[in-house]
């Protein structure tokens, strides 16, 4: 976890005890999300973008970063609740190694529990809801993998006691197929037979294809693709949350 993200743990994870008395800005399947959640998390998240609440003029632009900082709660909410509903479990140490980080970064235990009580926190407190952020982050990081990682599936299928012509046949049709598609995946198997056929297994290539002379910028390419690929991905996991769940949002209204 990112020292940043560990800082929005103090401005915006509150304890349910404060939460439930705090008007709502958000319900994410009945659970909630504070007004007060919301306003300590806005701040961080103007400031992470070099902004201030004072220095917003427009309150159209105020409205619209509100929302956005409110998305990136529910967002939150969401991955947690998946990861809750799958099981995932986060390894105690691990869970012990941020809070520890944390504690060094604001500068020793006296600051950092000065800190934890000035966000509503105990450290008993603290520690499990950086277990909660650290589920949300694993969950994301599963979901995104299993969005980008879709394999496609060919098969010619041939009888289990076809005789050697016919089986040749068949493979030769499917690496003929092969040849079709392993330009523009990214990973194509050989041709494995089973009982019902020749089959093959690729992974697409979704990106469109990028105009470079040679192996001039290759290395450059790769790497825009790779983050043209993450970024579709979280969104995509992100949007098939959103419309997977109930979301009431009232601070919009």
């Known amino acids: 976890m990112k020292l940043k993200n ?18 709502v800005a958000a ?4 659970e909630v999300i504070s007004e007060l959640r919301l306003e ?20 159209k632009a105020y409205r619209q970063l509100r929302q956005a900082a409110l998305d990136v709660l529910i967002d939150k ?12 479990k986060v390894d105690d140490q691990a869970v012990q190694r941020q809070v520890e980080q944390i504690r060094v970064a ?3 235990s006296e600051r950092f529990v000065r800190r934890l009580q000035d966000a509503g926190f105990d450290e008993v407190s603290f520690t499990e809801y950086t277990r909660r952020e650290l589920a949300a982050q694993q969950m994301f990081a599963a979901l995104i993998r299993a969005n980008i990682l879709q394999a496609r599936h060919l098969l010619v299928r041939v009888a289990p006691d ?12 499917l690496m003929q197929m092969r040849a079709a598609v392993v330009d523009g995946a990214s990973f194509a198997s050989d041709a494995v037979r089973s009982p ?6 690729y992974l697409p290539n979704h990106l469109e294809a990028v105009d470079v002379p040679g192996l001039q910028g290759s290395g450059t390419v790769r790497v825009q693709r790779a983050r043209q690929q993450q970024a579709q991905a979280r969104r995509q996991v992100l949007a098939q949350l959103r419309a997977q769940n109930r979301i009431e949002r009232i601070d919009d209204d």
């Open 6 to 23: 560990l800082w929005w743990l103090l401005a915006c994870w509150l304890p349910m005890a404060f939460a439930n008395t705090e008007p």
């Open 27 to 30: 319900r994410v399947n009945g």
């Open 40 to 59: 300590r998390f806005f701040v961080e998240y103007l400031e992470d973008r070099g902004r201030a609440v004072a220095s917003i003029r427009s309150p």
């Open 77 to 88: 909410e969401l991955l947690w609740q998946e990861a809750q509903k799958r099981g995932l």
């Open 106 to 108: 604001i500068g020793g």
């Open 162 to 173: 076809a005789d050697a012509a016919t089986d040749a046949a068949a493979r030769l049709r």
């Open 196 to 201: 019902f056929g020749w089959h093959l297994i």
